[in-house]
């Protein structure tokens, strides 16, 4: 299984700023897929964003966006404009190209928004 | 994204006992998979369920403890056998995404407590 590190247990923003998650993953792939899940207190699984390696320009959904460096094999997820919304535990994944659908996840960080 | 039914959404359970989840997608999918979040931890893959063939199991996990059925292409169960209470966890049951684009959704998630 590949190993995928999210360094940051938990993170503090204050509503409207923006915060970054960190994730670094380790393979010898060259092409590959990676994500980014929220999980609110609800425990629903939530897909926020993917990014193939393959592509240079960086994913974006709405407030979300990333900064993948596939050299430095980062990817980094930004949330700009917190809202209260945001709150949740963010889960960086890793998949490989082999057609099984099969995802490495890291430990978590744990975004809480204050108001 | 399909949705994905999870029942049931929560349950204590008495050690030695056995619980049903059942998971229900409202569009034919090939793969389904199973999950396992244990207390504060990351998702773990417990097996994959095809339609026509016997589950494959990730290591550390075995169709004695965790059997599945996979009867069509929109339901699958997973059953928790033989109850003890390290098997307390959030089981999740996902599906791949339509088109063949690498991505997997979940379902609301099992909340299991086993006393």
């Known amino acids: 299984a590949q190993t995928v590190t999210q360094s940051q247990p938990e993170m503090s923003v204050q509503e409207a700023e923006t915060v970054t998650l960190s994730c670094t993953y380790d393979t010898s792939e060259n092409n590959y897929y990676l994500f980014w899940y929220k999980q609110p207190p609800s425990r629903q699984m939530i897909l926020v964003i993917r990014q193939e390696a393959y592509k240079q320009q960086n994913a974006t959904e709405n407030r979300f966006s990333v900064n993948f460096q596939k050299a430095a094999k980062s990817f980094s997820l930004k949330i700009s404009d917190s809202q209260l919304g945001d709150t949740a535990m963010y889960f960086c994944a890793f998949m490989e190209p082999r057609g099984d659908y099969k995802l490495s996840f890291g430990a978590g960080t744990t975004v809480t928004v204050r108001a | 994204s399909a949705v994905i039914s999870q029942k049931p959404s929560r349950d204590i359970c008495q050690r030695g006992t056995s619980l049903t989840i059942q998971c229900q997608v409202d569009s034919q999918v090939t793969m389904m998979f199973w999950y396992r979040q244990q207390p504060g931890q990351s998702l773990t893959l417990i097996a994959t369920?095809?339609?026509?063939?016997?589950?494959?199991?990730e290591s550390g996990f075995v169709i004695d403890k965790f059997p599945i059925s996979r009867p069509n292409l929109t339901f699958s169960t997973l059953t928790v056998s033989n109850m003890s209470p390290e098997d307390s966890s959030i089981y999740l049951c996902?599906?791949?995404?339509?088109?063949?684009?690498?991505?997997?959704?979940f379902g609301s998630g099992t909340q299991l407590s086993v006393l």
């Open positions: 369920a095809n339609q026509g063939s016997e589950a494959t199991y």
């Open positions: 996902s599906v791949e995404g339509q088109g063949g684009n690498e991505k997997l959704f």
